[in-house]
């Protein structure tokens, strides 16, 4: 067949000016001038404006399940790290890697591709964010090098279980529709595991592609850590624990009654409590309560230890080790913060004691700066002055609290543990318990994927684990209009005859090909279509051409619709070929052609695998 255009009649018709666009979008991209968003928004306008599409279809995305799924997972995301679930997760995988990246890449790609065989791809990939996020602050390394071996493992898992991603369940579908077996829930693990396999080898060197000398060590050092502004404030030694025996006459007390700080120079910072069955840390205000097995973190003005322990005699109190970095440690929960007195402040010329820290705030003043030096002596009694520096310390949330409240004091500087602050981390439990739920909904499929998150979220809500506030602002806007705007490309191509075209095409070539590059063909004309338009609306349209390519061939129409669904996974190439490539496309700062220079190789790569083990794994 040979096909002739009359290319002054062709730029007439709309499927010119939708190539058109489609080719000023990808340039667009590739310059990277204009945010991705915005030639989204123009994308929209265009379609709308040249009438094209209707405007319904042109706002289609924002009607559609998946783009409210993204936005609750994002939510589910947050509510992870509000929790501390996020960082202890990365905690896990530092503690199990060491300081070996190469560990670190292997246990995530691992987790995120085991996750999502029975769950959204997407909903693994936005929970393991900050994860990835933390891990790259702890070892001190550019997120590029994290953020796209996540995405990758994201992609991979939908290669792995039936109900990975929806592709799969299209090719089954298709294959009973057209009176075929269809596949069983594993059969895409063994090319899955292969993909994984050659996945995290290939991911290995080319993380070092990405690298562009950046590290994010720059900008953590624009702050201190707690061990440095301790030391910075001349704390060392100061900081002692102590468990409350039950025979102590702290027992049943509150600490404004006991009068500790300027009876006996014993200020306690915070409190943890054992609360069902879990250690939770406690606000040291003046009203609470201690009770006996109370652990109190204090700072003691003074350096003789034999008075300290003369102390813990009187008062039935059992030391115990302050093991190394305690704040570091506990940084998720208990920290400090340098705060400086408002101009006009009615604070100014009083002393720190009357200032009532503990009663109003449930902090306490630990240190003060005046002039670059450390105030020495007991502080209690010292009067502040205008330009004073204060080191406050106790719970996050209560420092939040007070800079946020106080009219007197605002925040001049916090550690880089503040990063891993989690305000609610005594939810945690229940933040597992929501998570767990949304998991199973999906994995049994009681309820649409969008509904189990839903019901997630609401959990998240109920059980004080994120507020509305953090909910709303840890939706990533520009992902989710990014992912709506070029969606209408889809309905266009297949409006104006594109699809059509291309088909013919397609198909016309593969007539006297081997069936090795039958499969070639068909996996690259999948390809090209899904990195533009969403890897579901691609399996939707090639797979009735691939079983009908199958039986004009007199082959098996699986191994065909085994290699679509492949390729419609293999969504590596662009930062708009699957939602999993957009959300890591802002944390981790890539540009467009990152995608492309570590995505297409590595799209060959699955290609050359898939062609030879399909066959051998689904007989033609």
Known sequence: MQLTIN???????????????????????????????????????????????????????????????????????EGLVRTGVAYQVSDWLMRVAGASEIKVLVLLMLSIAGLGSFMSSTGVVAIFIPVVLAICSGMNISPKRLMMPLSVAGLISGMMTLIATPPNLVAHSELVKSGFQGFNFFSFTPIGLAVLVLGIGYMLVARHWLDDGESIQTEHHKNTSMSQLIESYQLQGRAKMVVIDSESSFVGKTINELNLRSGYGLNVIAIQRVKRLRSISIAAYANETLQAKDILLMDISTDDNDIFDHYCDIFHLRPIELKGEYFSDHAKSVGMAEVSVMPEAESIGKKIGE?????????????????????????????????????????WSQITTMCNKSRDFFLLNTPEESKHVAPAMSQAPH??????????????????????ALIACLMLGKFR????????????????????????????????????????????????????????????????????????????????????????????????????????????????????????????????????????????????????????????
């Not at 666009?21 to 929209?44: P, S, Y």
């Not at 318990?433 to 189990?452: H, Q, W």
């Open 355 to 395: 200032l009532k820290f503990r009663a109003k705030y449930g902090v306490s003043v630990v240190g003060v700066k005046r002039d670059g030096e450390v105030v020495e002596g007991n502080i209690i009694d010292t009067p502040i002055k205008l330009g004073d520096t204060l080191l406050v310390m106790g719970v």
């Open 465 to 620: 684990c994120i507020d509305l506030k953090s909910a709303y602002n840890s939706i990533h806007w520009p992902s989710l209009i990014l992912i709506v705007g070029m969606m209408p490309f889809s309905t266009a191509l297949q409006k104006t005859g594109g699809i059509d075209l291309i088909v013919e095409i397609l198909l016309d070539i593969m007539r006297d090909l081997d069936i090795h590059f039958v499969l070639v063909a068909l996996f690259v004309f999948t390809s090209i279509i899904g990195a533009f338009i969403s890897n579901t609306a691609t399996a939707i349209l090639v797979m009735p051409i691939a079983i009908s390519i199958a039986g004009h061939l007199n082959y098996s129409p699986v191994p065909f619709a085994m290699i679509v669904a492949i390729s419609a996974s293999s969504a590596f190439m662009t930062p708009v070929s699957s939602p999993v490539n957009t959300m890591v496309l802002a944390p981790a700062g890539y540009k467009f052609m990152d995608f492309v220079k570590v995505g297409v190789p590595f799209t060959f790569l699955i290609m050359i695998l898939s062609v030879f083990l399909v066959p051998i794994l689904f007989p033609l």
């Open 7 to 77: 290319y002054p009649q062709f730029i007439h018709q709309p499927l010119f000016w939708v190539c058109a666009l489609l080719v000023f979008a990808i340039w667009q991209f590739i310059r990277n001038k204009l945010r991705m968003d915005v030639v989204a928004l123009l994308v929209i306008t265009f379609f709308s404006v040249s009438e094209i599409l209707t405007t319904n279809e042109v706002f289609a995305g924002l009607s559609d399940p998946n783009i409210v799924l993204i936005a609750l997972l994002f939510i589910i995301g």
């Open 431 to 452: 933040a597992l318990f929501a998570v767990a739920t949304m998991v199973f909904l999906m994995i049994t499929g009681l309820v649409p994927n969008v509904i189990a």
